[in-house]
Structure formats: C-alpha cells, structure tokens
C-alpha cells in the first residue's frame, strides 16, 4: 500500500492492516462514483428519446406542418407515459441500486398472494391470450420476506410473461428446497437467445425484437427485481429457449 512507503513503522502488522483497509475504502468508493456516473448517462439517454419524440411532434404542429389529429394526441399520450413510467422506474432503481429501499421482513405465507394475483392478471389476459395457472401447494411453509416487495417482484415477472407470450400458458409454480422456498414463472413465450440471457437482468436492457415489436417496455424491471430478491437475501435465475419461452425463478428464505 501506499502508507508503507511513507511510514517508518510500516513493520507493525496493525498499521499495515490499517492501510490495507484504507485502500480498500478508497477504491469500493471510486466504483460507486463510477456506477453513479454511469447510471446517469443511462438515464440520459433513455429519457431523451421520447422527449425528441414529443418535442419533434409539438414544433410540427406549432408551425403547422402537421394537423392535429386524434393519431398526433395517442402518440404524443404514449410517449408522456412512458416518460412517467421510465421516471417512476428509475426512482425504484436508484433507491434498490443504493440499498435505501426499506424491507419489512417477516414471516408470511405467500400464497393468498399469488391467489390473488392471479385473479388480477388473468383478468388482463385477452381470450386467444396465453391461460394462467399457480400450482403451488395448498399448505405452504412460512418464508421470511416483505409482502410488497416479494409483489413487486412478482408484478414485474408476471408482467413481462403476458407482454412476452402471445399464446399458450403461463404457469406460477412453488415448491421448497433446503431451506428456500422458490417461486417460478413459466411461459411459453417468444423467449431470450442464449447469447441475451447474460444481459437481461442489466438495466435498460431490452432484446431487439421486444424493442421493435413489444413496446411499452423500459428494460429497468428486472434490474429492479434482482435487486429486491437480493434484499431479501435470495436468488434470482432464468432459463430460455428463444421461440419456445423462458422460466424465471426466485427464491425466498424459509422462516
Ligand atoms: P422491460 O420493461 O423491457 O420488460 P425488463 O427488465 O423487465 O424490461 O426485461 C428486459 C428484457 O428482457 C425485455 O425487454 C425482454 O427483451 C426480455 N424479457 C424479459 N422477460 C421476458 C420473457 N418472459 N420472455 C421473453 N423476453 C423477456
């Protein structure tokens, strides 16, 4: 380290243990200074795109050289809103990415949960849509784990599910192992290349066809997810076969 050049009493094991750790200080700050710029060249970057968008459209029509029809407003609509959402999605994350997001761990059972999100989705899902189906034992056993975060987490899964899987099922499956429970969302959807998958839980990635085909995305969701699995000290994994549909599975402490 640097002190040791400067210190004659180098030799004692204390102050070389101090200024190794005072290195290691240094050097875990400069990587938050770095991940902070970089998260903020991201943000840029994502929300100036719809901005162009509706400033590009808004000139247009002050000068005239488009009329504005319904079409003009719907556009000019969903842009706004996925300026709102990529806004409430980047606060989500700067608060998980900063580990500020509060938990409340306690024991629970998860299951009214996923009961009563399942009546919510299938709600969404349109007739020739994917089916919706939890199979998960009747009696669970308790998992340690915040209520609202384990439905974010779930909300952004499902999500995704119906947005990525046009026909075929959608399957929430729980069973235990050791000491963790597992949750797993199971479609049959377009599904992740495995040259993708090491990037999905990256923040604003997206794959190309869900950028051309699939709006309404921000990429920031599972990026968020990870973050609140790990604050609940679990794990998060993925499995896809791109056309045939992808598996994402979390687990929770048993209490
Ligand atoms: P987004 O808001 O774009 O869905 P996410 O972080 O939730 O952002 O997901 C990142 C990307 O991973 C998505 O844009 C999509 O390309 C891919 N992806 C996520 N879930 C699925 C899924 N169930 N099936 C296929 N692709 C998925």
């Known amino acids: 380290g640097q002190l040791d050049e400067r210190l004659p009493l180098s030799g004692v094991p204390e102050l070389n243990r ?31 795109t719809p901005l162009t968008v ?7 029509l002050a000068d005239g050289g488009i009329k504005p029809t319904p079409e003009i407003y719907q556009r000019l609509t969903k ?27 306690q024991p629970m059972n998860l299951r009214p949960l996923l009961e009563s999100l399942v009546e919510k989705f299938a709600d969404q899902l349109l007739e020739d849509g994917p089916v919706l189906r939890l199979e998960c034992p009747l009696q669970l056993p308790f998992v340690l784990a915040d209520i609202d975060r384990t439905e974010q987490i779930l909300v952004n899964l ?18 235990t192992e050791e000491s963790k429970l597992w949750i797993a969302v199971i479609d049959t959807g377009i599904g ?10 990256e923040r604003f990635w997206r794959t190309d066809t869900s950028r051309d085909r699939y709006s309404g995305g921000t990429g920031i969701g599972l990026t ?26 979390f687990s929770l402490p048993l209490a």
Do not use: C
């Open 18 to 48: 101090l200024s190794a750790s005072f290195n290691r200080m240094a050097a875990s700050l400069e990587g938050v200074e770095a991940r902070r710029r970089e998260l903020i060249q991201d943000m840029t970057h994502e929300l100036r």
């Open 54 to 60: 509706v400033r590009g459209y808004l000139e247009e």
């Open 79 to 105: 842009e706004t809103k996925r300026l709102e959402r990529l806004v409430n999605d980047l606060q989500e994350l700067s608060k998980a990415e900063a580990g500020y997001l509060p938990v409340n761990i």
């Open 158 to 175: 499902l999500g995704n599910a119906v947005r990525y899987t046009p026909t075929g099922s959608i399957i929430i499956r729980v069973w």
């Open 192 to 201: 992740i290349a495995a040259s993708d998958l090491p990037h999905v839980f």
């Open 224 to 249: 968020i997810s990870r973050s609140l699995v790990e604050l609940q000290s679990g794990q998060i994994e993925v499995e896809s076969e791109l056309g045939s549909g992808s598996t994402f599975r």
